[in-house]
């Protein structure tokens, strides 16, 4: 079933939600303190557990309906006016940070200082704020929302609790709300997708005089670096291929054993990235043949490995879609200058599978992500969470006022 | 002043030395007993001193006239008959292994265990032994003998003793007889010579995907691999070319700041080694020009800077040349057979100044050279001391007999 947002429901939905923006504003601080209690729940990427249940608890205790799935993620359902598809609310559970990171968060003058405060306990204090304001009986949906904290959305997660999420349980969602660290004017409709790949030249190795003649795994990883820098990557749709590591060799009196490459794909065209990693592929095997065709008769060939290490889909919502407008609109309603934009979030995931998406700020400023000197300011850090409840309750139809 | 050997001097000087011969063979057990104490002297490349200590004093203990230069190579003259140039006996102090390397030497059956133990304590040991044979009274040489205990032969090194002392104080030298690790056989008079460069590629670096567009310092260090692998490089004279090291990026999420690239160019011909080098510099900056003119307008340039780390000549003396003839003859005279060959070793110095030289090994059997677990075996070491014994000899000539 489509998603309908008929023109004009953005401003009149704004309009109803008058109440509930007056009690945003009044709980401001409390929202402020629930996202530093999150924050200082370590959840590295693969080790959410304990704040993904931090979450389920404060889910359980505004009336949600929480499930925990196979990889971690936690969903809450408000139920809606009719058993339509739902409209997702999605914040991620994961910090890029390690285990061992301190993640006390400390007042600095008008700054909270913490690894991850804004991304993404911004997003997940938020979603919660959401959940209360949508309390299923002074504010009500027509379709059901879930409110979905996933695992595994930074680097090496690789989307994961996304991916498991929107293909499996949530595969009939009608639309889907990111909300993914601090602001209230940037729209990200667009889904950077991208490929990485770690690829593995091995040969015997030797002295670089006596063993002269052996295959060298450092100039097939150049090959590939130096074909990879001459392929036309377009610009529209935007794209960026880019080889980010070669690692080879321990000293400068041998043929190295092996070398490594890594190699990162981004597009916001899901067709451009399966198109430049088919030519990635049959680069790296030009690299190999042509190294091993100049090596001295009799010594081993070289032998490559190419392990998939990052896999996010790409795509669009596009900016015509009633929800990308709708998300504009509700900007300027907030009275914030809307930004369009591409960027890879949860979001990537429901876009690849043709579920309107987008991923939006939850308010405040913020600064030094994935440091762990990042910053967020409280500045009206409500209008985002307003800016948010209408885009959401645009999607979801309002029902009963 | 040419060095004279006649066809006839090695047979004859060698049936000359019966006596010294006959003594080696008495004093084998000391010789080695020294050659253990000198290696549990920890002599690492650039920390030399005390090793060099220790033969300084034994080199006075067998009335040598010794002196210690500027760069801590100590040498030991043995007076001759008249006061000509001077053939030069040479062997390494330093060895490949760092100063807290466990140095003692463990007796496993037949064999003697010892980091540097062949490599080179036993040339160290042989040329003292030599020094004793040729005590200018008992036997006594017509040009005088420098017996030339260097620093600096290993890699790092890059034969900065040999350099100081034959471009210097020794640059009058007659011959050199070069004595380095075991062996009895090899006879090399070819020196391969070989260049070396640390290139490294600088530029702003940034977010693969924010800052897409900026040279990458990889494309660069892979374009030279690339160009290099396809160099042409002469088997005849034999000649390497290797690309050693490439090392660049710390995450696949970022255009790195910079990329290393070590590069070994080896040969046994100088012009071949000068004519590849001036085809690396040009490749290098063909990589710099070519990945700045595709980075994106108004992003700043990638930089190189390219550091030479090793610079050892190359030559070759003729395998007609007297002393290749003598020192091949010499060793058929103990009764093996000779192997002329190529290396890198002290004798790369005083072979790119004109001077004739050789290498040779000082006796006995050895292996795992250049690691902790380097052995020796003195199967009929004296051999090879009595092979040096009349290479010097002929090359000195012997008076009084």
Redesign the interface.
């Known amino acids: 079933m489509t998603l309908a947002i008929a023109p004009n429901d953005t401003a009149r939905t704004h309009a109803l939600l008058q109440g509930e923006r007056a009690r945003l504003a009044a709980d401001d601080a409390a929202l402020v303190a629930e996202q530093v209690t999150l924050s200082e729940i370590a959840a590295p990427t693969g080790g959410e557990s304990a704040r993904g249940a931090a979450v389920a608890e404060r889910m359980r205790a505004v009336g949600l309906e929480v499930q925990v799935d196979a990889v971690g993620n936690v969903i809450g359902r408000r139920a809606g006016g009719r058993d339509a598809e739902p409209v997702v609310v999605c914040a991620h559970l994961d910090t890029v940070f390690p285990p061992d990171t301190d993640v006390r968060v400390q007042r600095e003058g008008t700054r909270l200082v913490g690894a991850g405060i804004g991304d993404n306990a911004r997003g997940l204090a938020g979603m919660l704020a959401l959940a209360r304001a949508i309390d299923g009986q002074a504010l009500r949906t027509d379709r059901p929302i879930d409110f979905l904290a996933t695992v595994g959305e930074e680097?090496l997660g690789d989307l994961r609790g996304a991916k498991h999420h929107f293909v499996g349980a949530g595969r009939d969602a009608a639309a889907a709300v990111i909300l993914d660290g601090p602001g209230e004017e940037r729209v990200i409709h667009r889904a950077?997708g991208s490929r990485?790949w770690?690829v593995r030249f091995a040969g015997p190795g030797g002295h670089?005089?006596s063993a002269?003649g052996l295959p060298?795994p450092?100039?097939a990883?150049?090959?590939?670096?130096?074909?990879?820098?001459?392929l036309p990557v377009p610009n529209e749709p935007r794209s960026?291929l880019?080889?980010?590591?070669?690692?080879?060799?321990?000293?400068?009196?041998?043929?190295?054993g092996d070398?490594l490459v890594?190699i990162?794909l981004?597009s916001v065209s899901q067709e451009v990235i399966e198109r430049l990693a088919r030519e990635v592929r049959a680069i790296v095997d030009v690299a190999l043949g042509?190294?091993n065709a100049?090596r001295a008769r009799g010594t081993p060939p070289l032998t490559v490995r190419v392990e998939l290490?990052?896999d996010r889909p790409g795509g669009e919502t596009a900016d015509s879609h009633p929800l990308v407008t709708a998300a504009a609109e509700a900007t300027r309603l907030v009275g914030r200058e809307p930004e369009l934009g591409a960027a890879?979030t949860d979001a990537n995931v429901p876009i690849s599978l043709g579920i309107p998406a987008v991923a939006i700020g939850a308010g405040g400023r913020g600064g030094a992500a994935h440091t762990p000197q990042e910053w967020f300011e409280n500045a009206d850090g409500a209008l985002g969470i307003a800016r948010a409840l209408t885009v959401v309750c645009c999607a979801a139809g309002v029902v009963g006022r």
């Open positions: 680097a950077v990485r770690r670089s005089w002269y060298n450092l100039n990883a150049g090959a590939v670096a130096s074909m990879l820098a001459v960026a880019t080889v980010a590591r070669i690692v080879g060799g321990l000293s400068v009196n041998a043929i190295p070398a890594e990162d981004r042509d190294e100049r290490i990052g890879s």
